[in-house]
């Protein structure tokens, strides 16, 4: 029996991978799934050219990886389709930017950073989105629990790694990190920085 993949181009089988998939596709599992390893970047390039008048684009979301996305012009057309996990409050979104930006940190941490006492739920609302997870507990006395974000945070907010988060000091002159909103970045920084040394 022929083998239907074996009559296809390798264009049309790693647009067909990554089109299909819920998550992103990376070398190692098209080259496993292909049974050798095609240029992919190339290819990925070659697609996104063909795209150019469509509503959609082949993203790398990680080194390696990559998803199908909406065109950003076309977003909109699009957001009532989108399946929205929940309603997260400001709060909720303070709390996540601290997590991400001094992970891994503490409950006190946070609320140090923020100024202000964390709500019940605004951590467990952040774990069951799937957007944090609870890290290794610091070595310090009582030692408490730590949070970390997940490779999900990542993908939602098409972010290709930590990295690429904009710098502290910019969040700050932007007014993102500030006393005036409630947020100071003086003291974690150090505490975050001797916990994983």
């Known amino acids: 029996m022929i083998d239907p993949s074996s009559l296809l181009s390798d264009k049309t089988l790693i647009e067909t991978l990554i089109l299909s998939s819920s998550s992103p596709v990376g070398e190692p599992e098209i080259a496993a799934r292909l049974g050798y390893s095609p240029d992919v970047r190339r290819i990925v390039d070659e697609l996104n ?3 150019k008048e469509r509503g959609l684009s082949i993203v790398e ?21 989108a399946n929205r996990l929940l309603k997260m ?3 909720g979104y303070e709390t996540l930017a601290v997590i991400a930006y001094f992970q891994p940190v503490t409950r ?3 609320e140090r950073v923020r100024g202000v006492s964390l709500s019940p739920g605004t951590l ?3 774990i069951y989105a799937g ?8 070595a310090t006395p009582g030692n408490p629990m730590t949070f970390v974000t997940t ?3 990542l993908l939602h907010f098409n972010i290709s790694s930590l990295d690429a988060l904009p710098d502290r000091a910019e969040m700050a002159a932007h007014g993102l990190l500030s006393a005036e909103r409630g947020l100071s970045i003086s003291g974690v920084g150090a505490t975050a920085a001797e916990s994983t040394a």
């Open 49 to 51: 050219g063909e795209y």
């Open 61 to 81: 979301v990680a080194h390696g990886r990559w998803a199908a996305r909406t065109r950003p012009e076309c977003s909109d057309l699009c957001r009532s389709f």
């Open 89 to 91: 409050s400001r709060a």
């Open 108 to 110: 006190g941490e946070i």
């Open 124 to 126: 467990e609302v952040l």
């Open 131 to 138: 957007f944090v997870r609870l890290g290794p507990r610091r």
């Open 151 to 153: 490779d999900h945070f």
